[in-house]
């Protein structure tokens, strides 16, 4: 069952960013230990198979009573699928994952991917970097006092019929467009509020800071 919670997991190979909200719980997946440490937040849970921080920054986290949940190198999913499915069996309503585009591109979209994955559950959530917040909208998204950011829409399921963008350089109405098709790459918000809204299908939103 879902309650109010609002979780934040910060990948390995993450950087420190400005973040706007608070959270009730924050998960630390393997090395983004060291990026909450940078960032001074309070972690709740560490959790992974531990090949990417040391003994001394575990023990330091135990004496810090953080929870610490280990896992085997080999296993079936990645430090942060499994960051991913603790955040959703703590009943989230809400899930922010603190990423990086600087790894190896298989993990990079693996990580992207995982908020498909809390999508399916019904769970709003977003990737967030030191470049970009990432999300996927459902039906309609309206952003707040982000003049003079790129925004770029990617169509994720087949077909999104009736597009419309309202606030940005270059506004639709009522268009239809396909997956693979750009379109809608690299408009630019040029507005205190911005919303975009369809009729059927999925958009990915990736905003540029």
Do not use: W
Not at 16 to 34: H, K, M, Q, T, V
Not at 40 to 62: N, R
Not at 160 to 181: R, T
């Amino acid at each position: 069952m879902l309650s109010d919670k609002k979780t934040l997991i910060i990948l390995n190979e993450s950087e420190p960013c400005d973040l706007e909200d608070s959270f009730d719980l924050i998960l630390a997946s393997d090395g983004g230990y060291n990026t909450a440490r940078k960032m001074g937040l309070k972690v709740d849970v560490l959790l992974g198979d531990f090949d990417s921080i040391t003994p001394e920054e575990l023990k330091e986290a135990e004496l810090k009573e953080i929870k610490i949940l280990s896992f085997p190198v080999d296993k079936d999913k990645t430090d942060g699928e499994i960051a991913v499915d603790y955040a959703i069996s703590e009943g989230s309503s809400e899930i922010v994952i603190l990423g990086s585009f600087k790894e190896e591109l298989d993990h990079a979209l693996g990580n992207l991917f995982l908020i498909f994955k809390i999508n399916r559950e019904g769970i709003f959530s977003k990737l967030i970097t030191q470049l970009y917040e990432i999300e996927i909208i459902n039906s309609k998204k309206e952003y707040f006092e982000k003049e003079g950011h790129e925004l770029s829409l990617i169509p994720i399921t087949e077909i999104v019929e009736d597009i419309y963008i309202e606030g940005s350089k270059y506004n639709l109405s009522k268009v239809k467009v396909e997956m693979g098709q750009t379109l809608t790459l690299r408009n630019l918000i040029i507005d205190k509020k911005a919303k975009v809204y369809f009729k059927k299908g999925k958009l990915l939103s990736i905003l540029r800071k």
